[in-house]
């Protein structure tokens, strides 16, 4: 009773079996005919990546290029700016620049012209740093009917003078008798100069003057002759001036 039982069960299981089969077969066309068909080509994405072209040919250059793009990271240097230039136009309507107060270097100081006493004459270098002035009348004595005489000359003094100074140089010539004297006077701006010639002088003379310029602009210059006694005689001839 029992083999029976399950000999029955074993052909129900098989019929199912034999059933789900027939299904399948007809649901696919069949195993045969699914194992058979052949399968779509396979797509451009999936066929496998082609080699990389060799170094020595123009596309394997360009391949190792853009594969060393792809992996260096490019830095780009800054852009230096760049000052806008002012057009001429708007230069113009801006106004001039302010200008820099500058300290102009001193002038070297120069001589001018003068108007010379009467019966003399006046000189000028071309540098304007020497004169001379030439005396026809300048003298004094026993003889000639006066004793003394004074002549003037003003002399400019133009740039930076400083530290300099005017040399003066006055030549002539003096005789005195026994008991005789003469004197030689110079005076510049106020300041007197003495030179006194004793008896029993016969000469001729060159005496010198040093006159500071600083501050100065004119140089008023003033010589006298003058004789004391019975017979003598005194004259000054040429009156120069340099600068130092």
């Known amino acids: 009773m029992r ?13 199912v079996i034999v059933a789900g089969i027939i299904v399948s077969l007809l649901a696919g066309g069949g195993p045969k005919a699914h194992a058979d068909e052949p399968g779509a080509p396979p797509s451009i ?13 123009r596309a394997g250059h360009q391949h190792d290029t853009k594969t060393g793009r792809k992996n260096t990271t490019a830095v780009h240097a800054p852009k230096a700016s760049r000052t806008p230039r002012k057009s001429p136009v708007s230069a113009s309507r801006a106004g001039p620049a302010p200008s820099r107060s500058t300290v102009s270097a001193p002038k070297p100081p ?8 009467a019966g003399a004459t006046y000189q000028l270098s071309a540098d304007g740093r020497a004169f001379t002035a030439v005396y026809s009348s300048l003298e004094s004595g026993t003889e000639i009917g006066r004793l003394s005489r004074t002549q003037t000359v003003s002399v400019p003094v133009a740039g930076d003078a ?7 140089a006055v030549q002539g010539y003096v005789l005195t008798g ?5 004197t030689l ?4 701006n106020g300041i007197t100069s003495i030179r006194t010639y004793q008896a029993r002088t016969d000469r001729s003379f060159t ?23 019975a ?10 001036g340099e600068l130092g």
């Open 3 to 15: 083999t029976r039982h399950s000999l029955t069960v074993a052909v129900i299981a098989l019929v």
């Open 45 to 57: 994405a999936e066929q496998a990546p082609a080699p990389p072209p060799g170094p020595g040919t």
């Open 110 to 117: 120069r001589l001018g012209r003068a108007n010379p006493p």
């Open 162 to 168: 400083g530290d300099t100074t005017l040399v003066l």
């Open 178 to 182: 026994d008991g005789t004297t003469a």
């Open 185 to 188: 006077t110079v005076t510049v």
């Open 207 to 229: 005496e010198s003057v040093d006159v500071p310029l600083r501050g100065v602009h004119i140089c008023r210059i003033t010589v006298r002759v003058q004789v004391d006694g």
């Open 231 to 240: 017979e003598g005689y005194l004259n000054a001839s040429t009156l120069d």
